[in-house]
């Protein structure tokens, strides 16, 4: 059983990082064509921010196949028989915990070389060092609080219940709903500060595009997201009456009023079609098969491993495989997002009027500028990594004329990120 699971996991990493070499050849030779979407020379500057970004995907890819062997050859074991505690809860809680701050560790250098060497270089890093380990401190904080809580819970369901992989499984899933919920309010209070829009135009303009929808809001939001990053970006976040639309200050700096709009109208079609509900509904299937393969394992794998049959071995083992789990649901949960962004894209187009596909088509592609988002990707990368369709699909399907470019020579396509 433990050769199956590093053979599974083996096949993982050799096919993320099969995929980041044929993305990295790829983009090396098409940015040297004729540029698409891009002049010339933010063409040539997106390929190498790609190409970049993938190199360290794939030291990154690398190093997380040696920290898998490594924890099922001897770190497990190793945690197992250093930490000891006469309470059995604190000793499964110190196991897991021990396990999640080594690993936060070990990923610190690709977090600092990402945002002060890569970021920096391409010109999206705006954070200060201050700024950088004060977020650091307080997400590893959280981490620690929130996630002893939730080892605490799963003990407490595997110690108390037979089909515990199944009652830890709803656990889980109602703290991932909780996360929905609360995430605009714990990302207000650590993170960004968020201040009520005060353009009376603009609200008023957002609030009926929003009474459109039926979408019923705690309020529209600015975040000082500039403070850390160049990135343009917005989000709905929460649930119920918790729900409130947050504009990054950068959005709003770079898009048009009408840009804008065509922006929101396209993630307000996404809650008109219940795409959130949707996205918690796949993400439910992830987890409930996930519990249910690591909830009946044979205790001849831990036999294997050289430890006990524990709750908090069999809680690393779950994190460990996670994301073989999740990179398989990836391509599932990637045909159904394309699908919901042209449904989104069609919303948007329709709550804009005449003119709302044009305006939207101008947001896509300023969008692809400001994030530097190299616009032509190797179709296997698309298919094991993209959520979005093709920015140039996207504008086909909104019947806009995006003149004569040929692509068909690189069996290329292309992606935003709205």
Same mark, same amino acid.
């Given at each position: 059983m433990l050769m199956t699971i590093v053979a599974m996991y083996s096949l993982y990493v050799l096919i993320t990082i099969y995929t980041s070499v044929m993305q990295i050849g790829f983009v090396n030779q098409a940015k040297k064509k004729l540029p698409v979407l891009l002049g010339a020379s933010e063409f040539l500057q997106a390929g190498n921010y790609s190409v970049a970004k993938e190199k360290m995907s794939i030291l990154s890819s690398f190093i997380d196949y040696l920290l898998f062997i490594s924890w099922l050859g001897f770190g497990i074991s190793f945690l197992s028989k250093n930490i000891s505690f006469e309470n059995e809860v604190l000793l499964n809680i110190a196991i897991v915990m021990s396990f999640v701050v080594i690993n936060s560790f070990i990923s610190l250098p690709f977090s600092y070389y990402e945002k002060f060497v890569l970021d920096e270089k391409f010109g999206f890093n705006k954070s200060t060092m201050v700024q950088y380990i004060k977020d650091t401190l307080i997400a590893f904080m959280m981490t620690l609080l929130i996630g002893s809580l939730v080892v605490f819970g799963i003990y407490e369901i595997i110690t108390n219940f037979t089909y515990w992989w199944l009652w830890s499984f709803v656990f889980i899933f109602v703290i991932v709903v909780l996360i929905n919920m609360l995430f605009p309010t714990f990302r207000a209070l650590f993170f960004d500060k968020l201040t009520p829009l005060d353009n009376a135009e603009l609200n008023s303009e957002i609030q009926t595009l929003m009474d459109r929808t039926g979408f019923v809001s705690s309020g529209v939001f600015i975040s000082d997201a500039s403070k850390r990053d160049a990135r343009l970006n917005a989000y709905f976040g929460g649930l119920g009456k918790s729900k409130r639309v947050v504009l990054f200050d950068t959005l709003i700096e770079k898009l048009t009023t009408k840009e804008l709009l065509a922006v929101l109208g396209h993630e307000l079609g996404h809650f008109a079609h219940g795409d959130i509900y949707k996205n918690i509904a796949l993400v439910g299937g992830m987890l409930f098969a996930m519990f249910a393969i690591f909830g009946n394992l044979p205790e001849s794998l831990y036999m294997e491993m050289g430890v006990?049959?524990?709750?908090?071995? !069999?809680?690393?083992?779950?994190?460990?495989?996670?994301? =073989?789990?999740?990179?398989?649901?990836?391509?599932?949960?990637? =045909? =159904?997002?394309?699908?919901?962004?042209?449904?989104?894209?069609? !919303?948007?187009?329709?709550?804009?009027?005449?003119?709302?596909?044009?305006?939207?088509?101008?947001?896509?592609?300023k969008l692809v500028s400001e994030n530097k988002s190299f616009p032509l990707s190797h179709p296997l990368y698309i298919f094991f990594h993209y959520t979005h369709p093709p920015v140039i699909e996207r504008l086909k399907a909104l019947g806009v004329d995006i003149g004569d470019i040929n692509i068909s020579s690189l069996g290329s396509t292309c992606q935003a990120n709205i």
């Amino acid at each position: 059983m433990l050769m199956t699971i590093v053979a599974m996991y083996s096949l993982y990493v050799l096919i993320t990082i099969y995929t980041s070499v044929m993305q990295i050849g790829f983009v090396n030779q098409a940015k040297k064509k004729l540029p698409v979407l891009l002049g010339a020379s933010e063409f040539l500057q997106a390929g190498n921010y790609s190409v970049a970004k993938e190199k360290m995907s794939i030291l990154s890819s690398f190093i997380d196949y040696l920290l898998f062997i490594s924890w099922l050859g001897f770190g497990i074991s190793f945690l197992s028989k250093n930490i000891s505690f006469e309470n059995e809860v604190l000793l499964n809680i110190a196991i897991v915990m021990s396990f999640v701050v080594i690993n936060s560790f070990i990923s610190l250098p690709f977090s600092y070389y990402e945002k002060f060497v890569l970021d920096e270089k391409f010109g999206f890093n705006k954070s200060t060092m201050v700024q950088y380990i004060k977020d650091t401190l307080i997400a590893f904080m959280m981490t620690l609080l929130i996630g002893s809580l939730v080892v605490f819970g799963i003990y407490e369901i595997i110690t108390n219940f037979t089909y515990w992989w199944l009652w830890s499984f709803v656990f889980i899933f109602v703290i991932v709903v909780l996360i929905n919920m609360l995430f605009p309010t714990f990302r207000a209070l650590f993170f960004d500060k968020l201040t009520p829009l005060d353009n009376a135009e603009l609200n008023s303009e957002i609030q009926t595009l929003m009474d459109r929808t039926g979408f019923v809001s705690s309020g529209v939001f600015i975040s000082d997201a500039s403070k850390r990053d160049a990135r343009l970006n917005a989000y709905f976040g929460g649930l119920g009456k918790s729900k409130r639309v947050v504009l990054f200050d950068t959005l709003i700096e770079k898009l048009t009023t009408k840009e804008l709009l065509a922006v929101l109208g396209h993630e307000l079609g996404h809650f008109a079609h219940g795409d959130i509900y949707k996205n918690i509904a796949l993400v439910g299937g992830m987890l409930f098969a996930m519990f249910a393969i690591f909830g009946n394992l044979p205790e001849s794998l831990y036999m294997e491993m050289g430890v006990s049959q524990s709750p908090s071995i !069999t809680m690393i083992l779950l994190l460990l495989c996670m994301p =073989v789990l999740g990179f398989i649901m990836m391509p599932i949960m990637g =045909v =159904v997002s394309r699908h919901n962004e042209y449904a989104a894209d069609k !919303t948007a187009s329709e709550l804009g009027g005449a003119a709302g596909g044009i305006e939207l088509a101008n947001a896509l592609q300023k969008l692809v500028s400001e994030n530097k988002s190299f616009p032509l990707s190797h179709p296997l990368y698309i298919f094991f990594h993209y959520t979005h369709p093709p920015v140039i699909e996207r504008l086909k399907a909104l019947g806009v004329d995006i003149g004569d470019i040929n692509i068909s020579s690189l069996g290329s396509t292309c992606q935003a990120n709205i």
